[in-house]
C-alpha cells in the first residue's frame, strides 16, 4: 500500500519540482534522482509483493471520499484544459467531445458513482506488477534519456525559441503517475481518471513543438481518445446499472459468469482499449504522434499511453471468453490490424513511421490475444506487452540519437550507419532483432499466440497471423540490411552522443537481453502464476524445454553481434562492379561515356503492392463495420434478452 | 531431457546431413544434366567444388560477412537438429528463419550493388514462402496433435490423409526455398543471370564453401519437412517417405530444367494465393469438421 | 589430392574479339563438349572463378576493366587466352587503340590460338591450365603452412 502510494505520488512531486525548475543542471539531478528512485522502487515493490502476490489477486482495502473529489476535479480540470485549446485553435470537434465527456462524467459521478462503494479501491496482481516494471523501469530510462535528447533537441530549434523544457519533463512524470494510476486502481471511476490523464498529457506533449502539424495531430489524438473515454464513461454507466458495481474486479468476476449486461460494458471497455491501443480505424493519431520529440513517442509506444489500452483489454481477457459479441470485436479489430499495419509498414522508409506501424501491429497482436481471451493467449500477451515495450523503447531511442547525428531519420540515409555509428547500430540491430526473429522474445511469444489460436480453432486469426509475420520479416529485415552495410571506413559520428543517452540505450538493451534469456523464469514467476489466478488452470505452453534452447540461442546471438563482429583479419578485396569500379567503398564505376556514375541501391518498398493509398482504407472500414455490428448486436443483446449476445 | 537430445540431434545432423546433402545435390547435377542430353560431372562433383573452395586464399569484402555465413550455418544445424531429433515443428521453423536472417545480413554487409540485389529478393523469397510454411506447421499440429515431429510415431495413419492440400502448398514453396528455377531469384546456379551471383555474389572461398554445405543442410530439412507428411506408427512408413522425397525431388529437378525465371510480382502473388487457398481450406477443414 | 584441378570455374570475359571465339567459348559448355563432365562451372563471377577464359586483344578500354576482373579473382588462379587475338592481337594488332595480347594486361598461363579457336582447342588449353591450377594450389597451400609456422 504504502509503495504504491508512493508510486503514485512521487511521480508527481518530481514533476511539480521540475515545472517550477529552470536551470538544467537542477533539472539534470531531479530527473536522473527521480527516475533511479522510481526504477528502483517499482523493482523494490515488485520484489517484496511477490511473496504476498503468490499468484493471487491482491486486493487493498483502501475507499476516500476525498480522492473521489480530486478525481472529479482533474476530469473537470482536463476538461477544461481541452476546451481552452479547442477555443484557443478553434477546433470545433475537440471542443464538442469535451463537453461531452464533461457531461458524462459528471453525470456518472454525482448520479451514480457515490451510491456504489468500492472498499477495496486499489490492487494489484501479476499483470500490474508486469505494467509496474514496465512504466517504473523503461519509463524512467526514456525519462532520463530524454534529458541528452531535449539538450539537442534546443540547439536545433530555431534562435530564441522558447525553451519549454521543464514543461516537458513535468507532463512525462505526470505521465508514470497516471499509469500507475491505472494499472492499480480497482475502483473503475478513479482508473478511468488516470486514462483521462495519460490523454491529455499526451495530447500536450504531441502539441510541444506548437508548429501547425504537432497542433493538428495533437487534436486528431485528444479527438479519437477523448471518443475511447467517452465509451469508458457509456461502460461505467452501464456497469452501475446492470451489474451494479464500479469495482474493476467484481465486473470482470460477473463478465466471466456472462452476468447480462456484462456484454454491452465488456464492448464499450473494448472500445476504449482500442482507441487507446491505436487499433484501426483509429491507428492514425499514433502515427500522427511522430512529430512529438523522439522520448515521447518512445514513451507513448513503449511503456505507457497504448500500453494502458492493452492493459485494459488482457484484464478483461476472462469476460471475453465468455462474451462472444466483445470477443469477436476486439479479437477482429486487432487482428485485421496487425496483417493491415505489418502490410503498411513494408511501404514506409521514414523509420519512425516504420516504428510507429510495428506498435500498431504489436498491439493488435495483443488486442487479438485478448479477445480470444484463453490461459494460453492470455499468457502470450503478457510477454508480448513486455518484449514489445523493450526492444520498442530501444529502437525508438536509437532512432532519436541516430537523427541527431546523421541528420534524419529516413532509413535510407541509415546507410553504412554500422561504420558512422558502431555502437549504436549494434544496439539498434538488437532491437531489431528483438521484435521479429527467433529466438527473441517477441517471436517466442508471437509462437504461443499461434498456439492458442490453433487450439481455440480462430481460422481467421491463423491465416492473419500467417501473412502478417512474412510481412514482419520482411520490413525488418531489410532496415536491418541497411544498417548492416560496411565499407571503408567513414567517419564515426557517434563520439558526442550523451552519456544519459547511452546510459539509457544499455539499460535498455540489457534489460531485453536478460528478459530473453530468463523468458522461462519470468514465466514461472509472474505470468504463469498470474494466469493460473485469472483461470485457475495454466492451459498448455510451449515446453519450458523449448524456452531454453531459444535462450541458449539469444546469448549466442548476442555474443556474435557485440563480440564476434569484426575480429577476424583475412585480406580485404573490393566488391564487384563488373570490371569498372572507380572507387569501390563509394560505389563509383566507368560509365560507358568514360564518366563517374554512383551506383545507388534502395530497398523495396513495394508502393502498388502495399501503398498506404490501396491498404489503409481497407483495414479501417473492415474495422469500423467489425465495431458498429459489435456495438448494434450488444445493445440488440441487452435490449431484447438475446442469451446469445449477452 | 530435450535439450540434450536436441545436442545429440545437433550433432548428428552436423555429420550426417552434409554428407547426404552432398550426394543429393551430386545426383541433382547427373539428372540435370541427363536432361539436357549431357552426361553430367561425378557424382562427387559438389564435393570437390567445396574442398577446392576451402582450399582457396580466404579473402572478405570486410570483417563481418564470414561471421554471419558461419551464424546461417549454425543455426540451419540447429534448425536440423531439432528435426530430426524429433523435437519442435515450429522451433524448427522459427530457428531456419533466423539462419535466413543471417545469410540476408551477410549479403547485405557486403554493399555490392549485385549482392543488395539479391539481398532484397531473397528477402522477398522469405516472405512469399513464410505463410506457407506457418501453415504447414499449423496442419501438422492439428493433424497429429502436437508440434513434437515423433509424436509422428504414434499415429495411426500419416498426417498426410488430412493435410494433402497443404502438402500440395508445400511442394509449390519448396521450389523456393530450395532456390530452384522458376523462383530463384536471388541467386541461382545457372550461370549469368542477370545480377551476378545475386546473395553470394561477394562471397568467395571458404565462405563460398560454406555457404555451400548450408544449402545442403537445408536441402535436407526441407526434404524431412516432405517426408514427414508420410511418416506414423509403422517403422516402414520411413521407407515410403523416402520413396516420396525422391519423387519430390526428381519433380522439383524437373520443374527446374523446364521453366524460365518468373518475376518477383508472380513469385509473391502466387505464394500467397497458393498459402490462402491450400493453407487456409485446409485448415478450415480440420478445424471445423 | 589437389581439388582445384577437379572443379576448374571459369569466368569468360569478351576483350574486343569479333565475337566469333566467344561463340565458341560457349559452345565448349554446351551438351556437344559438356564442359562439366570435368566440373567446368561457367560462374560469370570473378570471385567465383578459377580459370579466366579472355577473348579478343587488349585495347585501351578494356585494359583496366580486365586488370580489375584479374585482380578480384581468388588466388589461386590461371589466365587463358582465347583465340589469336587474345594471344596476340591478332589482325587487328596494329589498330591505333589495339595494345595487343591479354599479356600486355595480366599473367597468361596457357595461350589458345586459333581463328576462332576450336572447342577442342579449349578444352585442351583448359586441362593445362587445370595443371598449372594444381601447381599454384600446392604453392599456396605451402605458403599457407609456412605462414602458420
Not at chain 1, 530564441?160 to 480497482?186: C, E, H, K, T
Not at chain 1, 477482429?332 to 502490410?343: P, W
Not at chain 3, 570455374?9 to 554446351?30: F, K, M
Not at chain 3, 576462332?116 to 605451402?142: H, M, N, T, Y
Request: glycine residues 8%.
Amino acid at each position: 500500500m504504502a509503495f504504491i502510494a508512493f508510486l503514485i505520488i512521487f511521480p508527481l512531486v518530481a514533476a511539480a519540482a521540475l515545472a517550477l525548475v529552470r536551470a538544467e543542471s537542477a533539472r539534470r539531478i531531479i530527473v536522473l534522482g527521480a527516475g533511479a528512485i522510481i526504477g528502483i522502487a517499482s523493482i523494490a515493490f515488485i520484489v517484496t509483493a511477490l511473496p504476498a502476490y503468490g499468484g493471487k489477486i491482491v486486493l487493498i482495502a483502501f475507499d476516500s471520499e476525498i480522492i473521489d473529489h480530486i478525481g472529479t476535479g482533474i476530469t473537470i480540470l482536463i476538461a477544461v484544459v481541452v476546451l481552452y485549446f479547442a477555443w484557443r485553435y478553434k477546433n470545433f470537434w475537440a471542443g464538442i467531445i469535451a463537453t461531452i465527456q464533461v457531461v458524462l462524467a459528471l453525470v456518472v459521478e454525482t448520479l451514480f458513482a457515490h451510491q456504489l462503494d468500492v472498499p477495496y479501491g486499489l490492487y494489484f496482481d501479476g499483470l500490474s506488477l508486469l505494467m509496474t516494471f514496465i512504466i517504473g523501469v523503461i519509463g524512467s530510462a526514456i525519462c532520463i534519456y530524454a534529458l541528452g535528447y531535449m539538450e539537442d533537441f534546443q540547439k536545433h530549434e530555431p534562435e530564441g525559441a522558447r525553451d519549454r523544457r521543464p514543461f516537458f519533463f513535468a507532463l512525462m512524470f505526470v505521465f508514470l503517475s497516471a499509469m500507475y494510476v491505472i494499472v492499480f486502481s480497482n475502483n473503475l471511476i478513479w482508473l478511468f481518471t488516470g486514462w483521462e490523464v495519460t490523454t491529455v498529457c499526451s495530447f500536450l506533449l504531441i502539441g510541444y513543438t506548437r508548429t501547425e502539424e504537432a497542433i493538428r495531430n495533437a487534436f486528431r489524438q485528444i479527438i479519437m481518445n477523448m471518443a475511447g473515454g467517452i465509451g469508458f464513461a457509456i461502460a461505467i454507466y452501464c456497469c452501475t446499472a446492470w451489474l451494479h458495481t464500479v469495482s474493476l474486479y467484481e465486473f470482470i468476476a460477473y463478465g466471466s459468469m456472462a452476468a447480462p449486461g456484462a456484454a454491452l460494458v465488456a464492448v464499450f471497455l473494448g472500445f476504449a482499449g482500442i482507441t487507446k491501443a491505436a487499433q484501426m480505424p483509429f491507428q492514425t493519431w499514433l502515427l500522427g504522434a511522430m512529430v512529438a520529440p523522439t522520448p515521447t513517442s518512445a514513451l507513448l509506444h513503449s511503456s505507457t499511453m497504448v500500453k494502458a489500452g492493452v492493459f485494459l483489454l488482457v484484464k478483461l481477457a476472462p469476460v471475453f471468453a465468455v462474451c462472444e459479441v466483445p470477443s469477436i470485436m476486439v479479437m477482429l479489430v486487432g487482428g485485421i490490424t496487425f496483417m493491415m499495419c505489418s502490410f503498411l509498414a513494408i511501404s514506409q522508409s521514414n523509420g519512425k513511421r516504420v516504428l510507429a506501424y510495428s506498435t500498431i501491429a504489436n498491439l493488435g497482436l495483443i488486442t487479438a490475444c485478448a479477445g480470444v481471451g484463453t490461459p494460453e493467449a492470455v499468457w502470450a500477451a503478457c510477454f508480448l506487452i513486455l518484449f514489445h515495450a523493450l526492444a520498442k523503447s530501444l529502437l525508438f531511442m536509437c532512432v532519436g540519437t541516430a537523427e541527431h547525428h546523421i541528420g534524419s531519420r529516413d532509413i535510407e540515409d541509415m546507410d553504412l550507419l554500422f561504420d558512422r555509428m558502431p555502437r549504436l547500430a549494434r544496439f539498434m540491430m538488437l532491437g531489431i532483432m528483438g521484435m521479429f526473429i527467433a529466438p527473441f522474445g517477441m517471436l517466442i511469444a508471437k509462437w504461443a499466440t499461434l498456439v492458442s489460436f490453433v487450439d481455440t480453432g480462430e481460422v481467421a486469426l491463423i491465416i492473419i497471423l500467417a501473412f502478417g509475420s512474412a510481412a514482419t520479416f520482411m520490413f525488418w529485415a531489410k532496415w536491418l540490411g541497411k544498417l548492416a552495410g560496411i565499407a571503408g571506413s567513414p567517419e564515426n559520428v557517434e563520439l558526442d552522443v550523451h552519456k544519459t543517452e547511452w546510459g539509457a540505450l544499455l539499460l535498455t538493451a540489457v534489460l531485453t537481453v536478460a528478459a530473453c534469456v530468463l523468458l522461462p523464469l519470468l514465466s514461472y514467476v509472474i505470468v504463469e502464476p498470474y494466469v493460473v489466478s485469472v483461470y485457475g488452470v495454466l492451459g498448455q505452453d510451449i515446453a519450458s524445454d523449448n524456452l531454453w534452447i531459444a535462450s541458449i540461442c539469444v546469448i549466442f546471438v548476442v555474443v556474435v553481434l557485440f563480440g564476434g563482429i569484426g575480429s577476424k583479419k583475412t585480406r580485404r578485396v573490393s566488391v564487384y562492379l563488373a570490371g569498372v569500379g572507380d572507387n569501390h567503398d563509394e560505389r563509383t564505376f566507368r560509365n560507358s561515356l568514360s564518366g563517374i556514375t554512383t551506383a545507388t541501391a534502395r530497398n523495396w518498398y513495394m508502393e502498388d503492392f502495399f501503398g498506404e493509398a490501396r491498404v489503409a482504407p481497407i483495414g479501417v472500414w473492415a474495422s469500423v463495420l467489425v465495431m458498429v455490428v459489435a456495438v448494434i448486436l450488444a445493445f440488440v443483446g441487452v435490449g431484447f434478452g438475446v442469451p446469445v449476445l449477452m | 531431457m530435450t535439450l540434450l537430445y536436441t545436442l545429440i540431434g545437433c550433432i548428428v545432423f552436423a555429420i550426417v546431413a552434409p554428407l547426404v546433402g552432398c550426394l543429393i545435390a551430386g545426383v541433382d547435377r547427373i539428372i540435370s544434366a541427363r536432361m539436357q542430353g549431357r552426361v553430367g560431372p561425378p557424382l562427387l562433383q559438389p564435393y570437390y567444388d567445396v574442398r577446392k573452395l576451402l582450399a582457396k586464399e580466404n579473402v572478405s569484402v570486410n570483417s563481418v560477412e564470414n561471421t554471419y555465413i558461419v551464424c546461417a550455418l549454425v543455426f540451419t544445424i540447429v534448425a536440423g537438429g531439432i528435426f530430426f531429433s524429433g523435437g519442435n515443428l515450429l522451433m524448427c521453423v522459427f530457428v531456419i528463419t533466423l539462419a535466413s536472417m543471417f545469410f540476408i545480413i551477410a549479403a547485405y554487409s557486403a554493399r555490392s550493388p549485385y549482392a543488395e540485389v539479391g539481398a532484397n529478393r531473397e528477402t522477398l523469397q522469405v516472405m512469399s514462402y513464410e505463410p506457407m510454411v506457418l501453415f504447414m506447421a499449423v496442419g501438422f499440429y492439428l493433424g497429429a496433435q502436437t508440434f513434437d515431429i515423433n509424436g509422428l510415431f504414434t499415429l495411426d495413419v500419416p498426417i498426410i490423409a488430412n493435410t494433402w492440400l497443404i502438402f500440395i502448398g508445400l511442394l509449390f514453396v519448396l521450389t523456393i526455398k530450395l532456390r530452384k528455377s522458376p523462383f530463384d531469384l536471388s541467386m541461382s546456379h545457372h550461370a549469368h543471370q542477370e545480377i551476378v551471383r545475386g546473395v553470394t555474389t561477394e562471397m568467395s572461398g571458404p565462405t563460398l564453401a560454406r555457404v555451400e554445405i548450408m544449402h545442403w543442410c537445408e536441402n535436407v530439412l526441407f526434404l524431412g519437412w516432405v517426408g514427414m507428411f508420410f511418416v506414423w506408427g509403422n517403422p516402414l512408413s520411413i521407407l515410403l517417405a523416402l520413396a516420396v522425397i525422391a519423387v519430390v525431388y526428381f519433380l522439383e529437378i524437373w520443374i527446374d530444367n523446364n521453366f524460365a525465371r518468373m518475376k518477383w510480382q508472380f513469385m509473391l502473388k502466387s505464394a500467397w494465393i497458393v498459402a490462402l487457398v491450400a493453407g487456409g481450406v485446409n485448415i478450415a477443414f480440420l478445424v471445423f469438421l | 589430392m589437389a581439388f582445384a584441378s577437379k572443379s576448374p570455374w571459369v569466368i569468360h570475359y569478351d576483350g574486343s574479339s569479333c565475337n566469333g571465339c566467344d561463340i565458341e567459348v560457349l559452345a565448349t559448355l554446351c551438351p556437344g563438349f559438356d564442359g562439366e563432365r570435368f566440373g567446368v562451372i561457367n560462374t560469370g563471377n570473378p570471385k567465383h572463378a578459377d580459370i579466366f577464359l579472355v577473348t579478343g586483344s587488349i585495347n585501351e578500354q578494356n585494359i583496366e576493366v580486365v586488370r580489375q576482373i584479374y585482380d578480384q579473382m581468388v588466388e589461386p588462379k590461371v589466365v587463358v587466352a582465347c583465340g589469336i587475338c587474345a594471344c596476340t592481337g591478332g589482325i587487328f594488332h596494329d589498330c591505333y587503340n589495339v595494345l595487343g595480347g591479354v599479356d600486355k594486361a595480366i599473367p597468361v598461363d596457357v595461350y589458345a590460338p586459333g581463328c576462332a579457336v576450336r572447342p577442342e582447342a579449349l578444352i585442351d588449353a583448359i586441362v593445362k591450365g587445370i595443371a598449372v591450377l594444381d601447381e599454384k594450389s600446392a604453392a599456396l597451400e605451402k605458403k599457407k603452412k609456412e605462414g602458420v609456422a
